[in-house]
């Protein structure tokens, strides 16, 4: 979805990949999104799918150690389009389509459920998942809003 317009207003930022930025990310995302009236489906949408991305990136992009830097950017468009983007520099992704499918888990520990991207694609309107082992992954995810 390339988009021809300019965005009318941008961030990103750098965090450190600590399980206490998944709520910092949430709250930023709102903060940013508020001049736009979000209804608030929409917003409780975004931060939930912001939320899981983020902690895929601290989960397993980087794992445990705290080392890393997860980063977050958004991009409003004039149309109310919202591009999020969240990106590290992590192990990466072996193959995304597995990775992608409902119920799938690399994890061992019976924590997770393998729903995060699931929850990605249903509460935004495209999910785009970019990875290389070794390098990292970024996530992109648009959503228009009403
Ligand atoms: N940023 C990332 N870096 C490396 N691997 C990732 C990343 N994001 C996702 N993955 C891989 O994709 C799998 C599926 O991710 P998904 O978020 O759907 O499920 P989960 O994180 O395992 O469980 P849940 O999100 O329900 O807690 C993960 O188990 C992991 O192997
Ligand atoms: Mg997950």
Redesign the pocket.
């Known amino acids: 979805m390339r988009r021809k317009s300019e965005p009318k207003n941008h961030m990103s930022c750098e965090l450190r990949a600590v399980s206490v930025n998944e709520s910092v990310c949430r709250a930023i995302i709102g903060v940013f999104l508020a001049p736009e009236n979000p209804t608030a489906t929409e917003l409780a949408d975004i931060k939930c799918a912001v939320s ?2 983020v ?3 601290i ?3 980087y794992g445990a150690g705290n080392e890393g830097i997860v980063y977050l950017g958004a991009e409003i468009y004039p149309d109310r389009t919202v591009r999020i983007t969240v990106r ?1 520099k ?4 072996e193959d995304i389509a597995l ?2 499918r ?1 119920l ?4 061992t520990s019976g ?10 694609e249903s509460f935004t309107d495209r999910l785009r998942v970019l ?1 290389r082992p070794g390098a ?2 970024r ?1 992109t995810m648009y959503k228009r809003l009403s």
């Open positions: 899981e991305a902690t895929n990136a989960v397993h992009g590290d992590g192990k990466g992704i990775a992608r409902p799938y888990t690399t994890d924590e997770r459920s393998g729903m995060g991207f699931s929850v990605m990875s990292g992954t996530i």
